[in-house]
């Protein structure tokens, strides 16, 4: 599995930081009695648009508190066959309970849930045969004795009553601000593209509002686009393709560049 570190806005990183605090310092939080206040099982929800880093931060956050991971790819479960998602989830968590060499169960990522998380009012009639397995999962999630972390594109607007006790947060991932941005462009950047970039030149990328996925998918159309030509590369051409991406119409260096200097 690719591990890839995230690069988030710093409000969003503290706030998942603080948290899982009592994960991280366990002995500190049981000697402050903390533990009588709050019980072990605990679930995050992280929520926002595509390629914000929900998934690579859940499995950095995973590493970074020293857990085994065990998780599952909602996406990827298919409608056809309704046991299977029941027999992968119980699986999962079976799994997950398992206590790893210090004692502890293992984080339990359950990505792209957003079918999991509909409200039941709202289930169509093709996808009433999810109820009971909606229900399940819940009633793990409800009894886990670690820690949950679910991903979802939609925040959901109802949570079960036993899911919403466990919450201890629910974070938003937006498009990533402009500082944030900057840290991604450098941070994403082929070092051995022969052109010599400085701060300036990042921070001028960082202006068109785009994800991190969105910043990769750029310098791979970018680089493309520059082989299939001849090889030559230039950061106007660049700078034309964010421009034309986010405004729909080509970028003319002499007008547009004083109009992003404005916007500044
Ligand atoms: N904040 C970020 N920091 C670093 N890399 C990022 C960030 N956001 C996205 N990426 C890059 O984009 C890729 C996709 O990110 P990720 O899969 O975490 O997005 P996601 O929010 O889970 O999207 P989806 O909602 O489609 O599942 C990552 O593999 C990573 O390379
Ligand atoms: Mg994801």
Same mark, same amino acid.
């Given at each position: 599995m690719r591990l890839v570190e995230p690069i988030l806005?710093?409000?969003?990183? /503290? =706030?998942?930081?603080?948290?899982?605090?009592? $994960? %991280?310092k366990r002995g500190e939080w049981k000697k402050l009695g903390m533990d009588s206040?709050?019980?072990?099982?605990? =679930?995050?929800?992280?929520?926002?648009p595509p390629g914000t880093g929900k998934t690579i931060e859940a499995r950095w956050l995973c590493r970074d508190l020293g857990m085994e991971l065990q998780e599952?790819? $909602?996406?990827? #479960?298919g409608s056809g066959d309704p046991g299977e998602l029941a027999r992968n989830v119980k699986k999962l968590f079976y799994q997950a309970i398992q206590p790893d060499r210090h004692g502890h169960p293992s984080m339990v990522f359950l990505d792209e849930c957003d079918t999991m998380l509909v409200s039941r009012a709202k289930l169509g009639h093709s996808s009433l045969w999810m109820l009971e397995h909606i229900n399940a999962l819940l009633r793990e999630i409800? %009894?886990?004795?670690g820690l !949950? !972390?679910? =991903? /979802?594109?939609q925040k959901p607007e109802f949570l079960d009553f036993a899911l919403e006790r466990r919450l201890i947060g629910t974070f938003e991932f937006k498009v990533p601000d402009y500082l944030t941005r900057v840290k991604l462009w450098q941070a994403k950047w082929p070092r051995k593209i022969p052109i010599k970039m400085n701060n300036a030149e990042f921070e001028s990328l960082a202006q068109f509002s785009?994800?991190?996925?969105?910043?990769? /998918? =750029?310098? #791979?159309?970018w680089v493309s686009d520059t082989l299939r030509r001849d090889g030559t590369f230039s950061l106007m051409a660049l700078t034309g393709m964010l421009f034309q991406a986010e405004h729909g119409k080509p970028f003319n260096p002499n007008i547009e560049q004083e109009l992003m200097k404005a916007d500044e």
């Amino acid at each position: 599995m690719r591990l890839v570190e995230p690069i988030l806005d710093e409000a969003l990183a /503290t =706030a998942i930081d603080n948290a899982v605090i009592m $994960f %991280k310092k366990r002995g500190e939080w049981k000697k402050l009695g903390m533990d009588s206040l709050r019980e072990q099982g605990a =679930a995050m929800l992280f929520y926002g648009p595509p390629g914000t880093g929900k998934t690579i931060e859940a499995r950095w956050l995973c590493r970074d508190l020293g857990m085994e991971l065990q998780e599952i790819d $909602f996406s990827q #479960i298919g409608s056809g066959d309704p046991g299977e998602l029941a027999r992968n989830v119980k699986k999962l968590f079976y799994q997950a309970i398992q206590p790893d060499r210090h004692g502890h169960p293992s984080m339990v990522f359950l990505d792209e849930c957003d079918t999991m998380l509909v409200s039941r009012a709202k289930l169509g009639h093709s996808s009433l045969w999810m109820l009971e397995h909606i229900n399940a999962l819940l009633r793990e999630i409800g %009894k886990y004795p670690g820690l !949950v !972390v679910l =991903a /979802t594109n939609q925040k959901p607007e109802f949570l079960d009553f036993a899911l919403e006790r466990r919450l201890i947060g629910t974070f938003e991932f937006k498009v990533p601000d402009y500082l944030t941005r900057v840290k991604l462009w450098q941070a994403k950047w082929p070092r051995k593209i022969p052109i010599k970039m400085n701060n300036a030149e990042f921070e001028s990328l960082a202006q068109f509002s785009l994800t991190g996925a969105g910043i990769e /998918t =750029a310098i #791979i159309n970018w680089v493309s686009d520059t082989l299939r030509r001849d090889g030559t590369f230039s950061l106007m051409a660049l700078t034309g393709m964010l421009f034309q991406a986010e405004h729909g119409k080509p970028f003319n260096p002499n007008i547009e560049q004083e109009l992003m200097k404005a916007d500044e």
